[in-house]
């Protein structure tokens, strides 16, 4: 069962144990050994996906973290497909199977884009965006390990939403769950 996303060559397969994104670093046969940095990886249902721990880091440098906890609930928008809940349904188990926390100190390098498209070799279609598997407002990383090509509509909204959640949260709040309604 293959959804395919936009005009990109980006596809996920609903395995028997999960879902996987297969074409741009992600997918069943990739050994936890092969993650560029060792901090920044975790295993869900046999698949492993290249995460941001930040939060684990950051409690490891002894620097001050929210005691704070939460969860964030997102909406599915009403036009988008199938394909596109399922996208969003991933990223948000993603978030919430990772060490996420509210990150109010961001650093973007460069753009996303050629970064993911240089790394992977794929060209991402026009409805496609690459995107931070653990969005930086949420402690993710800003290397190509994070990057993924994502619908644009999906993106766009969940990186909203999520801001618009977090904003009067202090930095270090740890997130709980991330979940789409």
Known sequence: NVIDFGNSSN????????????????GKSQALESVDDPFTAIEKGGLTVSMAALGFLIRKSGKEVAEESADLTLKYMSKWTP????????KASAL??????????????GNQRSVFEKSSGQKLGS????D???DLQ?????KA????????????????????ATKNLPHGTKINKVSFE
């Open 11 to 26: 596809t996920f397969k609903n395995y028997e144990r999960g879902i996987g994104y297969t074409s741009g670093g992600f």
């Open 83 to 90: 394909a596109q809940k399922a996208a969003a349904d991933f």
């Open 96 to 109: 919430t199977e990772a060490d996420t926390y509210v990150n109010k100190n961001i650093v973007r390098k």
């Open 127 to 130: 409805n496609t965006d690459a």
């Open 132 to 134: 931070h598997l653990i």
């Open 138 to 142: 949420l402690g993710g990383r800003d």
């Open 145 to 164: 390990s994070n990057l993924w090509g994502l619908d644009k509509s999906v993106n766009r909204s969940a990186g909203k939403q999520i801001n618009n």
